[in-house]
């Protein structure tokens, strides 16, 4: 099998080489291939020839062949499912993770393009039904729009994925978050926190290092990196910056800005950014619930926070840029903004210039210690639905696949995109590991379909509209817990 995996390999050499600490000149764009040659450490522990870290999985594990079928959202296909290589990063990278998979495992991938992105209801009804009606052994895994598994787990069509052999949360490829959301032993639905599409969909802020300089304003990489990067600071790194550029004089998008959010999504980031979550596991009982339900200072503390975002985006430092795309930068594209706050998917979409860096999204303050990052809704969620057959073969892939995009899918990411085009030294890689290690998948806003959005029905209304923070909690909040009581309930039956 060795033989066999060595000449795909070699065959896939039109991949460029991955990056390694001391990243290479991307001018000279050598081709290299992803070989499984390892190093073991005196504790036993392994790591890839790029000093990775390797998943635990057997060496002697082979299905003979057996097909996997994947049921996956059309939308995610470029970086779950590529069907050749085409010499971009995120692509090459993830074809050759499957193939490799296939390999090691012993398998054949078949995966089932639906439609399943909440671009609109028919393609979530449409990706439901097909989980819902699927028949014994039809699929052995579901790769799902983030908030739609939830939907799938209450109505009783998954497994637990702790009963499969295989999977280990505690490896770096998933988030911490993960497991601090398992309850009842339980856990049924997951996803990495370096795949394709959750590096592109990651909340980040971009900065203009010219604006910011003309201005007399230090790059704020010192801070992010000196854990002093807060939400005051951002505030007053883009206040006053505001120029009437097309004299109309009225605040829109023609204007340049100290600070832009790439869509009213985007502002979500800095509610789960400074800490705060919609959803907690209480300590005394170990399950979840609503964290701001009964609690004055938890919802005093949450409302100091979003009143003053929507005090910021009333001034003329601030603005959202459009409802639609989220993913047109063309403000930031004109170096109209000290500070764009969108998903790292734009990254590519801007020409290279070193006039910008990528900082994660602001802590509440210096003693939050750690940076917290939030992805749109828009990245996979994996789970093992109930008419598979092998759970355990479902479960090796599962952590093959996410400790293949660690390896390569994010090390190559980080290269093309950001290495070269954002950031001229070691700073801009130590920069990128703390967004990928912050991403955190708060369990109340991935569960969002059973139990109901937070961020559509309580946060965004706040900045758009002008809402109270605190009435709007007041009306989700009894359904929200009746709702979540009623998730918790089918947990608990399936784990009887």
């Known amino acids: 099998m060795k033989k066999a995996l060595s000449l795909i390999l070699a065959l896939l050499m039109l991949c460029s080489t ?19 040659e390892v190093s073991t450490a005196d504790d036993g522990t392994r790591y890839d020839e790029n000093g990775y870290l390797m998943d635990d999985l057997p060496e002697d594990l082979d299905w003979d062949g057996k097909e996997i079928n994947i049921l996956t959202c059309e939308e995610f296909a470029p970086s779950v499912c590529p069907t050749e290589i085409n010499n ?36 979530l009804e449409n990706f439901a039904e097909a989980v819902n009606n699927a028949g014994s052994g039809d699929y052995d895994l579901i790769c799902a729009f983030s908030p739609s598994a939830s939907s799938f787990a209450i109505n009783g069509s998954l497994r637990n994925i702790k009963d499969a052999s295989y999977v280990d949360f505690e490896k770096p490829w998933w988030s911490e978050s993960v497991l601090e959301n398992s309850f009842y032993d339980s856990i049924y639905y997951a996803s990495t926190n370096c ?30 990196l000196n854990k002093k990067w807060t939400i005051d600071k951002l505030y007053k790194y883009s206040k006053n910056l505001y120029e009437d550029l097309n004299r109309d004089e009225k605040k829109n998008a023609d204007d340049r800005f100290g600070l832009t959010f790439g869509h009213y999504v985007m502002t979500d980031a800095f509610y789960y950014g400074a800490g705060f979550t ?19 200072s938890a919802l005093k503390n949450a409302y100091d926070l979003v009143n003053g975002l929507k005090q910021k985006l009333a001034t003329d430092d601030c603005f959202v840029d459009g409802v639609g795309d989220a993913s047109d930068p063309k403000i930031m594209m004109d170096n109209r903004t000290a500070f764009y706050c969108s998903i790292l998917k734009i990254a590519g979409k801007v020409p290279d210039s070193k006039d910008w860096g990528v900082i994660p999204v602001p802590m509440l303050n210096e003693e939050q210690g750690k940076y917290i990052v939030t992805a749109n809704n828009d990245f996979d969620m994996w789970c093992i639905p109930k008419v598979a057959l092998d759970p355990d073969m479902s479960a090796a892939f599962m952590e093959a696949y996410a400790s293949g995009c660690y390896r390569t899918v994010a090390p190559k990411y ?61 009306v989700y909040k009894k359904s929200a817990k009746n709702k979540l009581n009623n998730l918790l309930k089918v947990f608990e039956e399936q784990e009887a």
């Open 88 to 123: 971009t990063a995120l692509n090459d990278t993830s074809y050759t993770r499957n193939k490799i998979i296939e390999e090691r495992l012993g398998v054949k991938l078949n995966f089932v393009l639906e439609m399943g992105v909440a671009t609109s209801t028919a393609n």
């Open 414 to 474: 980080y290269d093309e995109n950001l290495s070269y085009r954002y950031s001229s030294d070691s700073d801009g890689l130590e920069i990128f590991q703390l967004i990928r290690e912050g991403m955190k998948f708060d369990f109340g806003r991935v569960s969002g379909m059973a139990i109901g959005t937070f961020d559509e029905y309580v946060l965004r209304p706040c900045y758009r509209g002008g809402d109270n923070f605190v009435q709007t909690w007041e």
């Open 278 to 296: 919609v959803v907690n596991i209480n300590e005394g009982t170990g399950l979840p619930e609503l964290t701001l339900y009964n609690n004055d």
């Open 18 to 36: 991955l990056l390694t600490v001391g990243c290479s000149n991307k001018e000279d764009d050598e081709t290299g291939d992803y070989s499984m």
């Open 195 to 224: 795949s394709g599409t959750v590096l592109e969909q990651m909340i980040v802020i971009y900065y203009n290092r010219t604006i910011l300089a003309n201005n007399g304003i230090d790059d704020p990489a010192k801070d992010v």
